[in-house]
Every structure is written in structure tokens, then in C-alpha cells.
């Protein structure tokens, strides 16, 4: 296949996933699962639910005065202008309408994802059957978007993790990833410079086996450069701001960058330089590479201080005014406009032998509680003396984002939850 129509088949994939409906046509069988006319068989790995796949195409990152839409604006923006080619045209391609569909070879293989990495567990994603699955980073484009031709692009788009369930977590959320690719020349830009780039040497937590030292330490600079810049085109200038060593099966060496948050400091993005297997595996020998991966929830959070990552989901009046017409690097601080009150209420049960995967909890409460539920949280749990039967207690705190809960409402849904806790995972309620 050329290039041209490896760019063509991109193209139309982003242009598919390009549409004005606010929830997809959704159809569960006893033997597939249907998504806007796409059946996909259903098998052991399947897991996905009616409540998360009415967030495709929500599309918040391209609603026009959504935060999140801002922010990606304002991304956009600064990777345009800090990387202009000799004609002054951005190096930067942006794809932010990929299906979020994809194939678990993308999600995982193409990423060098190993087979017993936790990631791949049905308790960490969605998988609609052994082969698809609901895209759980934006990294499930990389190989795809290398192979086609692309040196330097930007993928924006939802992302779906089965979760804890608190202020700063939701199934479905937002990501953006970035990949710059250099030639030699690009490297070593200095013609009098007889460095290479490769070398068949051993791997140590510096540098890949396949990269020699000097090749290693400009592309960490250069990611790193660039990456502060875009925190400061952000946050300003005189945020703090600090490197962490940490791992990712798809780069080496890989970092975190973290800022400095109400005297806290908080993990912002993970980066690194890209494996060169996954280059390899592009069709891509002969180049370098590093990449950055950011959550937009997570930045915009802090950008204007917003306290429930429900928010980004409401259609609230009162929230989406607030940024109504504002540009992106308009600087904004959310008022809370009400503060319902919560409500909770407690489920203690007695666990099956061989226990519970607090995941599966979690999912049945989003499941049957969908978004009025703000936090489940484990409060109590204990081991009978006599029995040896193990306890737990959980609480679900519930508080709607647009109106006041009442408890006997509250109560109906807490009900339905004890019933399926009972029926899907054979717990006991006490």
C-alpha cells in the first residue's frame, strides 16, 4: 500500500468518527453487540456496557465552548507555532476524529504491550470481544499514523478504563499524544559532526540498545524542552515543574513530568524516547523518535480549577456559560454555581470464596447509578472469627450535578445495586 493511500484510508477513518449524534445506535443481543449498524460478536472478553457506549461520540474535546475544546485549542496552537517547517508551516498533523474502536493488536501489540501486563486485563478496559476494544489510550494509533508516512502528528480523542470511582476519575476521558520523528540529519544538524545514530550496543537506563548515547540525550532534550514550554504556555512561567524516572513498555527512557499544586505535586504527562522495535515495525528503520501522552480532564482540572470531573460531562447551563465564547488562552477560573447536597449510603455484604475484583463493584455501581454516583469508596472490612468469612463495606456517596437528590430516589437505586452486587458477583448482602 503507498503512502498516499495509507493517508487516504487515516483520513476516512477520522472523518468517521466525525459526527453531529450525541449518543451512538447501541443493540445488545445474546450473541453480538451492535454499534451504529458494526456488529462485533460477543465472547468471554466482553465487557463493555449500554452506560459507556453512550459516551462515543460525545466528542467534548470538539464541542465549541466546552473546556475541553479550549484546551485542545490551546495545545494546537502552541505545537503550530513552535514547530514551523522553512516556509513557516506547522510540522504537526492533528487527528483528533480516530474511531475509538480499535483493534487490541493496536491497542496493545503494536506498543509492545506484553501479554500478562496488567493493562490488557478485562478489570482495566472495555473490550467489546477478544479482538476489539474501546481505544484505552490514544497511543493505539501510533504504529498506524508511522506506518503511513506521518514524522510529526498530534492524536486527540476519548479514551475508556474501567476506574475507581471519585472527583477525579470517570470511565471516559480525554487524551492527547504527540510523536516527532528525526532523521539523522535532523539529529545532527551540525554537517562537520560525525555522530550516528545507531549502534549495536547494550541497553542501560540511559539510552536503547539500538541507540548510541548522544543520539539518546538529544531526543530526551528535545522532548523535554518542548514539553516544558508547553506546561509554561499553559500555566505560566513560574510553575514549578519536575522530572521523574518511571517505565512504559513503549518507551526508553521514560519520564513523568509533574507540577507543582496547592503545595502538592501532581503527575501532568507521561513521555520518553519510542521504542525502536516499534519503528521498526512501522516500516520506520531509519529514524528517532520520542513521544508524550497528556490527559485533557487532567490539565483542564487544574487550569480552571474544576472540582468534579462529572462537570465536563454535564450540559448544565450554569458550567458550559462559563467558557461560552471564551478564547483558549483566555484564563478562567470555575464558580461552582450550586452545591447540591450529597447523599449516601452504605452496602456490607459477605464476599464469595475467592473474593471480588473491586473493579467489577465499581462497574455495576456506574452501571445502574450512571453519573449521580460521586464516590464509592471502601470504608470497613473484617474476617468472621468463627466462619473465616470475609466482610467488606463499601460507601456510595450520590450527588447529582444539576439538581438536589432525595433520598427515597437515592434509596430505589441503592436497592437495584445490593440486586445486581447479588446477582453478578455473589456476594451476600448482610
Known sequence: MTLLMKSLRIFANQCRNCTTKSTPSIEFTASTVNIDGRKFSRDKWTNVTPNILKHLNRNLHLKPGHPLCLLR????????????????????????????????????????????????????????????????????????????????????????????????????????????????????????????????????????????????????????????????????????????????????????????????????LGCGVIEQQILYNAGVPDKVGWAFGLGLERIAMRLYEIPDIRLFWSNDTGFLSQFEGATPDKKIKYKAVSQYPQCFNDVSFWLPEGGINPSDLYEIVRGVGGDIVEQVRLVDEFVHPKNKKRSQCYRIIYRHMERTLNQAEVNEVHKRIEGQLTSELGVTIR
Open 73 to 268: 485549542e490551546n495545545i494546537i496552537s502552541f505545537m503550530y507555532k513552535s514547530f514551523p517547517n522553512r516556509a513557516g508551516n506547522p510540522i504537526f498533523s492533528i487527528y483528533d476524529r480516530l474511531d475509538p474502536i480499535v483493534t487490541t493488536k493496536k491497542n496493545f501489540d503494536s506498543l509492545l504491550i506484553p501479554d500478562d501486563h496488567p493493562s490488557r486485563k478485562p478489570s482495566d478496559c472495555y473490550y467489546l470481544n477478544k479482538d476489539f476494544i474501546l481505544r484505552g489510550h490514544t497511543s493505539a494509533h501510533q504504529e498506524e499514523l508511522i506506518a503511513s508516512g506521518l514524522d510529526s502528528f498530534v492524536v486527540m480523542g476519548d479514551v475508556y478504563r474501567r476506574d475507581e470511582i471519585d472527583a477525579s476519575h470517570f470511565p471516559v476521558f480525554h487524551q492527547a499524544e504527540g510523536v516527532r520523528l528525526f532523521a539523522k540529519h535532523q539529529i545532527f544538524d551540525d554537517e562537520k559532526q560525525s555522530a550516528e545514530l545507531f549502534e549495536d550496543g547494550k541497553r542501560t537506563p540511559l539510552k536503547q540498545e539500538y541507540h548510541t548515547e548522544i543520539t539518546s540525550k538529544k531526543l530526551q532534550h528535545d522532548l523535554k524542552t518542548c514539553l516544558t514550554k508547553l506546561v509554561h504556555h499553559l500555566f505560566g512561567t513560574d510553575v514549578e515543574t519536575r522530572w521523574t524516572e518511571t517505565y512504559f513498555p513503549f518507551t526508553h527512557p521514560s519520564f513523568e513530568l509533574e507540577v507543582k499544586f496547592q503545595d502538592k505535586w501532581l503527575e501532568l
